[in-house]
């Protein structure tokens, strides 16, 4: 006799016994696990299904003197469907304690899945709080994108520099680590007083006890785990305001500062410059992290605050990672093959800002990148593979994408286009196929050729 034809013919009370429950429980088993990764077309692995995160509070404390990181991630979120496990994302670390809805819930441990299973079932469409507290020392990960990009946890001279495109965010927190589970954050962060912790959005506190200092961060507005970041270390932090009222919140290595000043003092300039674009900010306050060269190999448009190494303090990279602010990081891409509507966006709007003040012509940057072989070794559209999503054809042939549309459609009607869309997915997530279909509504025409030799095409026109 089976376990279920057991329970059928015992009374009700000791039935529900065996099914693992007690009386008056309501214990159900109608949900399913969520899926294990949310199937990326190029990073199969990240994300989880089942679930919707709304909020995350991470309460952190690091020592940089052991490099031990001490955690507790609190996560609203609401199922997606009928739960009875789901999954996060975390990067090694260990988990001490797992609770939904303050009871206790088993934790299971899988390479970078993190398996929690309620105490009962969690029905579709209910919100429902997870709290993980987990500790350990953070890593490295080396990223599929580059054979060399190391994102993650990244130990500094004197502290730590969390970033996280496109799969760091889980090694310092464990959450639904893909960009279309957008949520708002809260991060507050204790290390040594002599150091500062640097994140997104808005300082709500800072507090020192004793010989520890503790930060309070919140983003209010939706953002993708790639793009949460923490700063420690020994920074020149200044605050001002854009004429417009914006606040500005830089951060820059000490080690640094002079060199980067220059270059940081035309933040409020270009903010003007990018409103009048792309249209009204999407966030409340903007700004810059700055590091030595060698703590990290590359700029990063964390959501902002973007983070540069000093290497890349130069005007061209700043435009770069604050058009992102409009294009990655309020309208995110749906899946990482639209990485070009984050990195084409971005490098095109180099090249309007070069037209606008350095008479460089959008048209002489076209034709540069036209006859740059690299660039045409895939269609932007379609990266071949993760380890292909951020090289050049992504950045090159996506802003030679925007071009063509503009000469197309006009100089107005690409204005309105670049506005609109930036509006009408604000705080969201797009793909490549809504961009078309936008393009093609609000300018009135059939754009099918230009995308099929721009934006899909894999061989060079004769004439551009």
Not at 400 to 413: F, I, S
Request: aromatic share 10%; net charge negative; with cysteine.
């Amino acid at each position: 006799m089976d376990r279920r034809t057991l329970v059928r013919i015992l009374t009700p009370a000791v039935a529900l016994l065996l099914l693992g429950g007690c009386t008056g429980a309501g214990v159900d088993v109608h949900g399913k696990p969520g899926a294990a990764g949310v199937r990326d077309p190029l990073f199969h692995k990240l994300g989880n299904g089942g679930y919707d995160v709304q909020h995350y509070t991470l309460t952190l404390d690091y020592d940089p003197a052991t490099s031990r990181l001490e955690g507790t991630a609190e996560i609203t979120a609401r199922a997606t469907q009928d739960l009875s496990a789901f999954n996060l994302d975390l990067h090694g670390l260990t988990v001490e304690s797992a609770t939904v809805d303050g009871k206790k819930a088993a934790a299971n441990r899988a390479g970078d899945e993190l398996t929690v299973r309620p105490h009962r079932d969690l029905d579709k469409g209910r919100t429902f709080r997870t709290v993980v507290r987990y500790a350990g020392t953070p890593t490295v990960i080396v990223d599929k994108d580059k054979d060399t990009s190391e994102e993650g946890w990244l130990t500094t001279a004197d502290g730590a520099l969390a970033v996280g495109e496109p799969a760091g965010s889980m090694a310092w927190f464990p959450g639904n680590n893909h960009p279309s589970d957008k949520a708002t954050y809260d991060i507050t962060v204790t290390v040594p007083k002599t150091l500062q912790a640097i994140s997104n959005g808005e300082l709500q506190s800072e507090r020192t006890t004793g010989d520890r200092t503790t930060f309070a961060w919140k983003s209010k507005k939706p953002m993708a785990s790639y793009l949460a970041t923490l700063a420690i270390g020994k920074y020149d932090v200044k605050h001002s305001t854009t004429a417009s009222g914006l606040s500005v919140l830089t951060a820059v290595d000490k080690t640094v500062a002079d060199d980067s000043a220059e270059v940081l003092a035309q933040i409020p300039e270009i903010m003007e410059w990018a409103t009048d674009n792309f249209g009204t900010y999407p966030f409340s306050s903007i700004g810059a992290i700055v590091v030595p060269d060698g703590e990290v190999e590359y700029a990063l448009e964390t959501q902002t605050r973007p983070l540069f190494p000093q290497k890349y303090v130069d005007t061209e990279t700043l435009v770069h990672e604050i058009a992102h602010q409009w294009y990655g990081n309020s309208v995110t891409p749906a899946t990482w093959k639209d990485m070009w509507l984050n990195e084409g966006f971005a490098t095109y709007a180099e090249w309007i800002w070069l037209e606008d003040f350095e008479g460089t012509p959008a048209q002489e940057s076209f034709d540069a990148a036209f006859d740059t072989e690299k660039n045409w070794e895939f269609a932007p559209a379609d990266p071949p593979s993760a380890a292909q999503v951020s090289e050049d054809p992504v950045y090159y042939r996506g802003a030679m994408v925007l071009h063509k549309l503009r000469q197309k459609v006009g100089d107005e009607t690409f204005g309105k286009i670049m506005q609109g869309w930036a509006a009408e997915h604000r705080y969201g997530n797009a793909s490549t196929a809504d961009f078309t279909s936008y393009a093609e509504e609000k300018s009135g025409e059939d754009l099918t050729d230009l995308w099929k030799t721009w934006l899909y095409g894999t061989d060079k026109p004769a004439n551009p």
